[in-house]
């Protein structure tokens, strides 16, 4: 009987898996809506105090995106000043949804990851993700590797979507 080899594994190919590089920690959704009047005005002195009387500490290790789910003239203080009660304990805040979270945390690391392990190789971006990884990401990853890498494909090494090769 012949010994079964795996050619995948003994290729040059190199697979890129977005979840490997996921940051742990909650993620929350913090809506002002409540602190407005009537769920549509901002009265200063009220907000302040929500602000004040606020646990802050509850957010401590977490990613915080910040926004107002009603339709209300927020100004840009109100979203600065809970910014500047949750950096001491949030990892990453954005005024924005959850999605826009997601974003900013992958653009980040994406920026500060070393590819010198992807030049002129075969790339397999993995596509399978149990985590929440926006489009975006993708996008963020391809520019980096498209102009080092042999090729990239998407997918599985069993059933993979070509993206792109290089013409060297």
């Known amino acids: 009987m012949e010994e079964i080899i795996n050619r995948v594994a003994n290729s040059k190919l190199k697979t890129f898996d977005l979840e490997e590089i996921y940051p742990e920690g909650k993620r929350v959704l913090f809506d002002i809506k409540d602190w407005l009047f009537e769920e549509i005005i901002l009265k200063e002195k009220d907000f302040r105090e929500f602000v004040q009387n606020h646990n802050w500490s509850q957010y401590k290790n977490s990613f915080v995106a910040i926004n107002c789910s009603v339709d209300a003239i927020i100004p840009s203080w109100a979203f600065m000043l809970i910014s500047s009660e949750l950096t001491p304990y949030a990892h990453k805040i954005v005024i924005g949804d959850l999605e826009l979270l997601e974003t900013v945390i992958y ?13 002129n190789k075969p790339v397999i971006i993995k596509g399978c993700a149990n985590k929440p990884i926006p489009n975006s990401a993708y996008a963020f990853l391809i520019a980096k590797l498209q102009p080092i890498a042999k090729s990239i494909l998407f997918g599985e090494a069993c059933s993979t979507v070509p993206l792109y090769k290089s013409k060297k």
Request: hydrophobic residues 55%; glycine residues 0%; without cysteine.
């Open 107 to 119: 653009q980040e690391l994406i920026s500060f990851l070393d590819f010198k392990d992807f030049v």
